[in-house]
């Protein structure tokens, strides 16, 4: 079975840290773009970030460049979220989401999808 396992969210103050992560299985974890797509209510979807092993390449959207890094584990065939200096504007659900072919990830209709975590920042 194709599925991406996600873990981590919850709520921190602002200023916190969290990590999510990813963990795929029933495909080929290298083939694939993976990263995080986030929606915050009564906002646009944005890719937060996404690596590609195959590409060589890694994508961080520039309003968390300086905070997110992810990273991915191949061995494990997870992804990894780390977000620091959280911010109220962070508050979002975070889906991650895998894509054959496309560099960043699709908004909408990437290939594979985990269930959103939910990851709230109180000021």
């Known amino acids: 079975e194709v599925q991406l396992q996600v873990c981590g969210g919850g709520l921190v103050q602002v200023g916190g840290s969290l990590r999510l992560s990813c963990t795929a299985s029933?495909?080929?974890?290298?083939?694939?773009?993976i990263g995080w797509i986030r929606q915050a209510p009564g906002e646009e979807r944005e890719v937060v970030a996404c690596v590609s092993k195959k590409l060589g390449r890694t994508y961080t959207e520039n309003s968390v460049k300086d905070r997110f890094t992810i990273s991915s584990d191949n061995a494990k065939n997870t992804v990894y979220l780390q977000m620091n200096a959280l911010k109220p504007e962070d508050t979002a659900v975070y889906h991650c989401a895998a894509d054959e072919i496309a560099f960043p990830l699709p908004l909408y209709d990437a290939d594979v999808w985990g269930k959103g975590t939910q990851v709230t920042v109180s000021s």
């Open positions: 029933g495909f080929t974890f290298d083939d694939y773009t």
